[in-house]
């Protein structure tokens, strides 16, 4: 796992913006953008792709994937090379995993995510450009898309455009397990 906070402070330095600057090509607050710096909060999926489109990476780029890696035509990334990042907050926790590996230049960014039980904050509901797809791998999920909500179980899916505000939790027994793909 990466020093996330570090790696944003240190892209944003190096392309020479101001949290100002950074807020108004992301549509996130400043002071949000500075908790991130800080280490005082953690970003969800969605302000994860809006950070990388800020930067011109993209996800696996930002969150830490080998940076000296050659660009891969066919990317194959094995279960423990999977690269995991996790958002706190307010005791619930996201645990996500990027399949995409070395993929540089891509059109859609694969996760595995497990949504916690509780929903984070309101910051969890940020939209981004682009498009969603969740597919429901184990256990049953809460999701909301807009004004509307839905629960899914196993093998249910829901494909959304994703500038509309969404947060997803989990609510069986067991912990879910959802593959999300989102596509800038």
Known sequence: MIDL?????????QQALSL??????TGLTKSYLSKLERGLSEPSISTV??????????????????DAAQEEVVSVVRVADREALQRRGLGSEYHYES??????????????????????DAAAVFPHPGEE????????IE????????RLETGDSVYFDSELPHRMRTVSRAMAEVLVVAAH
């Not at 906070?5 to 330095?13: G, N």
């Open 5 to 13: 906070p570090h790696r944003l402070r240190a892209l944003r330095r």
């Open 20 to 25: 100002e600057q950074l807020a108004q090509r």
């Open 49 to 66: 792709l809006r950070l990388a489109e800020a930067y011109g990476l993209g996800v696996s780029q930002l969150v830490g994937a080998d």
């Open 99 to 120: 399949l995409a590996g070395r993929r540089k230049v891509k059109a859609m960014e694969p996760f595995v995510v497990h949504p916690p039980r509780e929903f984070p």
């Open 133 to 140: 797809f969740l597919l429901v791998l184990k256990g049953a």
């Open 143 to 150: 999701v909301h898309v807009g004004e509307r909500q839905f």
